[in-house]
């Protein structure tokens, strides 16, 4: 009977909350794509087909089957997911360079971007006799001077320094070359000189002449914004209109991050809010004044209207990134709601958000973008839901104000914590005093002189709201230095491994999904990534696939580099990564190294650890080595762990533990044999 009770009281604890199960859904969509992300090799495209139709099947069955709905919808989800973003990297597919290469290229500017030197631009329709088999689709040229004159839609002729897409910079780092796919991308590099202008090749279909005005739209906007606002200001105030990020000092794109307010800088759900609500707000108080409408007609759904074209209008201009795209068809639902007098902000609302995503792009599943954005919203959700059964005493507007920014950057800086310290290794502690400061500012001032910029733009008459603009940021980025100068304002930590990511994810997702006593349960997972996180053991040795940057982990547990590393880039994403503040000159010399003219020699672990520079050197730490790393072709059968030129770059990069005996991944070994990682050339 006791046995009996529990059931029961289990039974009905979880069918009590019916209405939370079909939160499950997203997630389980989710699932699915990060399984297909998971795989060491590439599906055959039938598993597919197999996985959209037996999911198709599933969902119909779980119509009609009451007994199993949760479990079949479940499933159902979890193979759409699979199935949707496999078709997806089917419909994207692109060659990608497997080797590095110099040639005469002609294409179609389809994006450019603004840098702080020069331009950065993508081409499509790529044709030269330079590729050994089909050109990729797209390719990403960044050109050091000039380029102010191109646009979106013309042909340039250009000579180039052509690559595979980055791959990651250690085995579990971010993978641009996988994102880089996604879009068609195949190939980047620089250009040698400016391109100019050719002949068009080919006339525009209908579809690209609408995806070249808009990016037409976006860089006239762009360059006006930017010409009225010259400098670091004005490609933040681009960033917030247009979305375009490049040309950002690299001090204040730092200082806005490590003072918590590096959500500014992307538009998300912030912008769209204060975008659309305040279009809503301004177009219902005008209807409102007037008494002959306000009786007759629903003014508040005009204006709900009014807000949703006005939102649609701004994520064409920002570029509709994931966080963007999130915050309008949240932001979309919340006026629909309006439309059909529902309340307008629950978590249905960001569930069904978040499955019209990976829906269309299921590939965000893998997108930092995309995570912390609807990690944020979902914990201020939560919060919001549990502040809607409290009683509370009546307040003033200022302390309901500081409160609110308050408790919105506090969840916003837990929820995102784990992913923050997955992709980019750092904590901003004074997010909360940081969104205090300046998001009066941001609301009050440089949002809504954003919007009248815009507005007069038209016109030719923005300059002087610009200039205004340029005002409110400079005190906003002035907010984020003193914020960032705070003594302990940032922690620079180690990255999280993607066990404890994902475990730390569905805690999280437990916590916020159900309600009651149960939902303490998800602390349990929770506890346990933290544990992974801290049990996690660093590789003791790193390789970059030029086979000559070399870091080696010293007795006080720091990368150390035993010569000064050729690969700057990487060698200081590996400080990053290992949550070392260090600059590389800092980081570069180790007490336990010998290094003459040949190479270096180093004791770690018991094991004798050899860098050859020369072919000369190779006999003699061959004959001693239990680890070569040699800067050119070789052959040691001795070594228990030996990684040449060949091997170095072949395996895009290595991590070596130094057990008993050594063992050693590559980059290549741990993305696997997937479409954006390129084959071997005959080079390697």
């Keep these: 009977m006791a046995i009996r009770r529990v059931t029961l009281g289990f039974w009905r604890g979880w069918t009590a909350e019916n209405d939370r199960w079909p939160l499950w859904l997203p997630v389980a969509l989710g699932a699915g794509s990060a399984?297909?992300?998971?795989?060491?090799?590439?599906?055959?495209?039938?598993?597919?087909?197999?996985?959209?139709?037996a999911g198709m099947a599933l969902a119909a069955a779980a119509r009609t089957w009451r007994p199993g709905r949760v479990v079949?919808?479940?499933?159902?989800?979890?193979?759409?997911?699979?199935?949707?973003?496999?078709?997806?990297?089917e419909a994207v597919a692109t060659p990608v360079l497997d080797r590095p290469i110099i040639a005469h290229v002609t294409g179609r500017v389809i994006f450019i971007e603004a840098r702080q030197q020069g331009v950065r631009y993508v081409l499509d329709h790529v044709r030269s006799g330079a590729f050994d088999d089909a050109p990729p689709?797209?390719?990403?040229?960044?050109?050091?001077?000039?380029?102010?004159?191109?646009?979106?839609?013309?042909?340039?002729?250009?000579?180039?320094r052509l690559d595979t897409p980055p791959p990651p910079v250690e085995p579990g780092a971010g993978d641009f070359g996988r994102s880089r796919y996604f879009q068609s991308i195949g190939a980047a590099g620089f250009a040698y000189g400016r391109a100019r202008g050719i002949v068009p090749a080919m006339e525009p279909d209908w579809r690209e002449r609408v995806m070249l005005a808009v990016?037409?739209?976006?860089?006239?906007?762009?360059?006006?914004?930017?010409?009225?606002?010259?400098g670091s200001m004005g490609?933040?105030?681009?960033?917030?209109?247009?979305?375009?990020?490049?040309?950002?000092?690299?001090?204040?794109?730092?200082?806005?991050?490590?003072?918590?307010?590096a959500h500014v800088l992307a538009i998300s759900g912030l912008q769209m809010a204060m975008a659309g609500g305040g279009i809503f707000w301004l177009l219902r108080a005008v209807l409102a004044a007037i008494p002959a409408l306000v009786l007759r007609y629903p003014v508040k759904k005009w204006a709900a209207v009014a807000a949703l074209a006005g939102t649609a209008f701004y994520l064409v201009i920002s570029g509709a990134a994931p966080s963007a795209s999130r915050a309008f068809v949240m932001f979309g639902f919340m006026m629909l709601a309006v439309l059909a007098d529902r309340p307008a902000l629950n978590m249905r609302v960001l569930a069904l958000a978040a499955g019209v995503l990976l829906m269309m792009q299921p590939e965000n599943v893998a997108d930092p973008g995309f995570q912390m954005s609807f990690a944020a919203v979902a914990g201020l959700v939560t919060v919001a839901e549990w502040e809607r059964e409290r009683r509370h005493e009546p307040r003033g507007f200022v302390w309901r104000y500081v409160r609110g920014v308050a408790m919105t950057a506090l969840i916003g800086s837990i929820a995102t914590l784990p992913f923050s310290l997955f992709h980019f290794e750092r904590a901003a502690h004074y997010a909360v005093l940081g969104n205090l400061i300046a998001m009066p500012l941001v609301g009050l001032w440089v949002m809504p002189v954003a919007a009248l910029a815009v507005l007069l733009m038209p016109f030719g008459l923005e300059g002087w709201a610009l200039a205004l603009l340029g005002q409110g940021l400079e005190m906003m980025v002035a907010m984020g230095r003193w914020g960032s100068g705070l003594p302990g304002a940032v922690s620079l930590l180690p990255s999280l491994p993607l066990g404890a990511l994902v475990a730390v994810t569905l805690g999280g997702l437990w916590l916020v999904i159900w309600r009651g006593r149960k939902r303490w349960l998800g602390l349990a997972p929770v506890l346990l990534g933290i544990v992974l996180a801290m049990m996690a053991r660093p590789a003791d040795m790193l390789v970059g696939r030029d086979g000559v940057t070399v870091a080696v982990r010293g007795a006080d547990g720091l990368l150390h580099f035993p010569s000064p590393p050729?690969?700057?880039?990487?060698?200081?994403?590996?400080?990053?990564?290992?949550g070392d503040g260090r600059d590389l000159e800092q980081a570069t010399g180790m007490a336990e190294a010998r290094c003459d003219g040949l190479g270096c020699v180093v004791r770690r672990n018991g094991l004798v650890i050899a860098l050859a520079r020369r072919p000369d050197a190779l006999d003699e730490d061959c004959r001693r080595a239990q680890v070569l790393v040699s800067a050119v072709a070789a052959r040691c059968q001795q070594a228990a762990v030996m990684i040449d030129a060949r091997a170095a770059a072949a395996g895009q990069g290595w991590r070596i533990w130094l057990t008993s005996p050594p063992r050693a991944r590559s980059v290549r070994d741990w993305r696997g044999a997937r479409p954006w990682v390129a084959a071997p050339s005959s080079a390697e």
Excluded: C, H, K, N
């Design 35 to 53: 399984l297909y992300f998971a795989l060491p090799a590439e599906p055959d495209r039938i598993w597919g087909w197999a996985a959209l139709g």
């Design 72 to 89: 079949l919808a479940l499933l159902a989800a979890l193979l759409l997911g699979f199935g949707l973003v496999r078709l997806r990297a």
């Design 235 to 261: 490609a933040i105030a681009a960033a917030l209109v247009t979305g375009t990020r490049g040309g950002i000092a690299e001090e204040d794109e730092a200082a806005l991050r490590d003072a918590g307010l």
């Design 137 to 160: 689709l797209r390719i990403r040229i960044a050109q050091r001077a000039g380029g102010a004159d191109l646009q979106p839609g013309d042909w340039v002729s250009l000579f180039a």
């Design 566 to 578: 050729p690969d700057r880039f990487t060698a200081r994403a590996w400080l990053r990564r290992d």
């Design 215 to 230: 990016e037409g739209l976006r860089a006239r906007m762009t360059r006006r914004i930017q010409a009225g606002l010259p």
